[in-house]
């Protein structure tokens, strides 16, 4: 599968890129020097700038191009898109013919595993990649010069945000087709819908879980190992991983407090339920907004352009 | 007007006679650079003198961190189209100062007014009209050359042209290329066209040059030499004399939080009178009290037999000292008048506390 995408991805690069070379006629043949220096014939006319359209199309310029930079990053693409899949297909390998019980039914693993990888993808994708890719930016002095420009920092953050909900729901839905497609393990269409308001509130949760813990990160280098420790013990007791129903009463309690196990509860209904009111749970959703606002406000307090190795 | 004309000369860093490719460029750099720059400034009518108008007017500015008194009430004025200087040694307050007055840090106490705004409190227009080069900012990631312009463009209610503005920075051959595998001096060139791109009326430059090789220093100069000519002020920081006495209308010295000298490239720190020195040697058969009295009395020694005259009044000195010798059919090795150069000032007003 991944080595299917690649290999289409490289044929259409290459057809692009012929395009490119077929594009400027106007290069005089006279040119054979080496130097590679000179100058393109005319400039392209660039028209009104987005800046200068309104503030929704700054909005969607800005998202457009954080796309771009965390599509572009081997390390988001292979931990938000392809490690999912794989883990995907390693569970419900391994552990696809046996049962659990969920909400008191009798759930095949195969079942259980599409939420939870779902979960995993939707935490990777909104928090994980942000963190490090907000706190590397902080630390390069890219977000100081973006700063530095007349766009309004809400611009600079929801176009961002905006992004990231993108690159998530793309993920997830790769996740659930492959899943449909590979395994049957199919949702109700209102089910479907349930999934997707859960995942909106969950992503943008996790997001704003991300700008605060950027603020608190000193360093790039830190990125990396803080997010692995605030995510890695999460999934395996938040029924990610391990149904909760393996787990003792302590560990479930302890879950509780945290936000994947209500992204991941929530998503599990779904799978089993039918209708969309069974379909997403009110109190996870609650939870999950509470956590938002909450880390909305740290990242509001904390929350820093400037490099944090840089002060004085 | 003006950038037409300076695109259509492509306005590039690189001195290669190769690049005369169609016969319309000139082959040597700085021939092309004052044809297209001298075609620019006559078509736009910019370039004129620096007029009293203060574009930055800064009163009594101190910034505390702490107990620690970072800036401790310091004055300053640049008016609009002059390069002005600002120096220091690391940790005197000069990050500081700029990062105040680019509206990242909020003045303790004092008044700061650039554009005729509070930089701290300025809306998004006052920005508009600032470029700011930063001492260190990395590429953005994944984007190409065009890419990153393109973006910043976008931020802009009036941004220049994409292609031109690219051109001229001399990165027209990269535009394609990611942003993270340009080189050190080329990367630069693209934070200076990042700056460049909202057309701004000011633009800080904050040590643009730090790491680049002689040849790519002498081609930013050249850059910012035209960013003058049309008209644009240019605040500048940078840890390297030749490059603020090469640019400078006006430098400041800071030390220690406090302006300790003002004043032009020529006369910073009363550079100007200060002693000048005639330094020589003497051949192995005369001594130093073989010279005439006058001189004699003001000698100094180097440990490697060298002689320094401090000279209030050069001619007179050289003259005796010229007249002694061809009397005597002598020939004065090494024999040279030095005045102090800007670094010597520099450092010593930057050490002294």
Known sequence: ?312 | MARSALCTHGWTFEVDPRADDSGTRPPYLGAMFTNSLDAAVASAGAGAPPTAEAVIRVRGLQKRYGSHEAVRRIDLDIHRGEIFAFLGPNGAGKTTTVEILEGFRQATVGSVEVLGQDPWKAPGSWRARLGIVLQESGAEPGLTVRECVALYAGYYPAPRNIDETIALVGLAAQSGERATSLSGGQRRRLDVALALIGDPELIFLDEPTTGFDPSARRAAWEVIDGLRRLGKTIFLTTHYMEEAERLADRIAVIADGRIVAEGTPQNLGGRQLEAAQISFRLPAAKAAGDLPPTLAERLQSDPDGGLRLPSASVTADLHLLSGWALERGLELDDLEVTRPTLEDVYLQLTSEE
């Open chain 1, 1 to 312: 599968m991944y080595f299917l995408i690649k290999r289409l991805l490289r044929m259409w690069r290459e057809r692009q890129s012929q395009k490119d070379a077929a594009a400027p006629p106007t290069a005089p043949p006279a040119a054979a020097a080496p130097s590679n220096s000179s100058p393109p014939a005319a400039p392209r006319v660039d028209g009104p700038s987005a800046s200068s359209r309104g503030p929704l199309a700054l909005l969607l310029h800005e998202a457009l191009y954080d796309i771009k930079i965390s599509a572009r990053n081997p390390r988001a693409r292979f931990f938000g898109f392809f490690f999912p899949i794989v883990l995907l297909v390693v569970f419900i390998g391994v552990f696809g013919n046996s049962h659990t019980t969920f909400d008191g039914a009798r759930v095949s693993l195969k079942v259980f595993y599409v939420p939870g990888i779902l979960t995993m993808s939707i935490v990777t994708n909104a928090y994980a990649s942000l963190v490090i890719l907000v706190s590397g930016l902080r630390e390069q002095g890219v977000l100081k010069r973006r700063r530095a420009t007349p766009v309004p920092a809400v611009v600079l953050i929801g176009g961002q945000a905006l992004a990231t909900v993108v690159t998530t729901a793309l993920a997830g839905a790769i996740l659930l087709l492959i899943a449909k497609l590979a395994y049957g393990v199919g949702m109700a269409g209102p089910a479907i819908v349930a999934v997707a308001c859960t995942a909106l509130v969950g992503t943008v949760a996790f997001a704003c879980i991300g700008y605060a813990v950027s603020g608190m990160i000193g360093s790039q280098e830190a990125a990396q190992p803080v997010v692995q420790m605030t995510m890695l013990p999460l999934w395996f007791i938040s029924g990610v991983f391990i149904p909760i129903s393996n787990l003792s009463r302590g560990l479930k309690d302890l879950a509780d407090v945290f936000p994947v196990q209500h992204l991941a509860n929530s998503l599990h209904l779904a799978s089993v339920q039918s209708s969309f009111g069974a379909s997403i749970s009110a109190t996870d959703v609650l939870v999950l907004a509470i956590w938002a606002a909450g880390a909305a406000a740290l990242a509001g307090w904390r929350f820093s352009w400037l490099p944090a190795g840089a002060a004085a």
